[in-house]
């Protein structure tokens, strides 16, 4: 009898474990020795939990800092690592599977189709080639068109699973309260509450087969509301994929990114109006030679405030979403572009007053010197974070983190928030969603 092939799957709390409920879960021929974790801080030192991972493992499976990959798969006599998480640049994944290589294992990416789920009611995927491109404002605005043809959509989002992932494992959230009840991290109230706060129920966790069954007895379609720029976990009726003109290229340089670009039946051009004729046309450019059968589509990201008079004349201090000017690597998001339009005085460079982690997140993206990243993976950020903007000397905080700080943090300055939702240049994504309802 052929021994089992010893596997370390790498990733990041979300992608990692998805491929093993679909790839190695249940299977004889593989033993899954380990996880290695990466580019989200606090995620590792912790293991997947036994009572998660079916009937051939009688022990929690370890969550290792992927700085010891080399090490584990000497010592361990690992004979496969697998890819398993997102927004890397391609030349980075090459890196990882040369040190993989060179440690004598196979290195192995595998093909999104191979861990799609199959739906029994018809399913909209919503990717992007980047972190921060767009994703749930696009989301957003297809469940509000759904919604207007009678139809009641259900959000499945990618997984961020940070806690306890036995508890974590079927996740609805239908109110804000919900957010409270699930211990959700900044980032993860990021990309919920806005659904929530449309009326929109959203699942997430661990198992998204029984996640899927959950949304499947609410849902007259399911709307799949990506993460950073993996592929769906559901195969999609229709798959729509968000590029970015302010970030132009990345589309060909980035994993899974390019894949997801590749696969699309229609790409939506998000921030159109942000962005320079020339920017767009190169990304127009780039996106046909490698998907000249997609749908392509031009949008506007349209920006608004609730507070314009706390910004008009004020001195401010800018937040944006975390993940989007992290590993996303944007240099400024809606709340740059809110003060710019609504008149701000002068905006207060934060660096020299950060603290704690915040501090520490500033050393590792030095393009952040202008904006406070909105980061609150662990109790410990969310309290640097606070401290933070209460050190800063200004008139109010302009925040385009999705989410509402002030219900997780007490802030001892006022808060404008900053809104952002899609805004059609033609009636194209209307026309295709129309049709959509019409087929299915």
Not at 246 to 273: C, F, Q
Request: charged share 25%.
């Amino acid at each position: 009898m052929a021994s089992k092939k010893r596997i370390v799957i790498i990733g990041a709390a979300g992608r990692d474990f998805h491929n093993f409920n679909m790839l190695f879960r249940d299977n004889p021929d593989y033993e899954v020795v380990a996880f290695t974790a990466a580019q989200i801080p606090f995620i590792e030192k912790r293991t997947f939990p036994k009572e998660l991972a079916g009937k051939l493992y009688k022990a929690d499976i370890p969550i290792y800092s992927e700085e010891r990959l080399r090490s584990i798969i000497n010592k361990e006599k690992i004979d496969a690592c697998i890819m398993s998480y997102s927004d890397l640049k391609e030349s980075d994944v090459m890196h990882k599977a040369s040190l993989v290589n060179a440690a004598g294992a196979d290195f192995e990416l595998v093909a999104p189709e191979h861990t799609m789920l199959k739906s029994t009611k018809p399913v909209i995927a919503v990717c992007a080639v980047r972190t921060g491109c767009g994703k749930s404002q696009v989301s957003r605005y297809i469940a509000m068109l759904l919604k207007k043809k009678g139809k009641t959509p259900i959000v499945i989002r990618h997984p961020m699973p940070y806690g306890d992932l036995v508890k974590q494992n079927v996740q609805r959230f239908a109110t804000l309260k919900d957010l409270d009840k699930h211990k959700t991290t900044i980032e993860e109230r990021e990309d919920y509450e806005p659904h929530i706060r449309a009326g929109t129920v959203v699942y997430a966790g661990v198992d998204y087969g029984k996640i899927l069954k959950e949304a499947e007895k609410e849902a007259d379609v399911i709307i799949w509301d990506g993460g950073n720029n993996d592929a769906p976990f559901i195969k999609p009726d229709l798959f729509i994929t968000v590029a970015d003109p302010l970030r132009t290229g990345d589309e060909l340089n980035y994993y899974p990114g390019e894949t997801v670009a590749r696969m699309a039946d229609m790409i939506i051009v998000n921030k159109a109006n942000s962005a320079s004729q020339k920017e767009i046309d190169t990304l127009l450019y780039n996106l046909r030679e490698i998907n000249a059968d997609a749908n392509i589509v031009l949008a506007n990201s349209a920006i608004s405030v609730d507070s314009p008079s706390l910004i008009k004349g004020k001195s401010v201090v800018v937040v944006e979403d975390g993940p989007t000017v992290t590993h996303g690597n944007m240099k400024f998001g809606a709340a740059t572009v809110a003060v710019k339009k609504y008149g701000a005085k002068s905006v207060v460079e934060p660096v020299k007053l950060a603290v704690g982690i915040i501090k520490d997140v500033y050393k590792k993206y030095a393009h952040l010197s202008k904006i406070v990243p909105a980061v609150g993976y662990s109790p410990k950020e969310v309290n640097d974070l606070r401290n933070t903007l209460n050190r800063i000397d200004c008139d109010s905080i302009v925040s385009a983190t999705p989410t509402d700080l002030t219900r997780i943090m007490e802030l001892n300055k006022p808060v404008v928030r900053v809104y952002y939702e899609l805004e059609e240049r033609d009636n194209k994504l209307t026309n295709a969603i129309n049709a959509f309802v019409k087929k299915n």
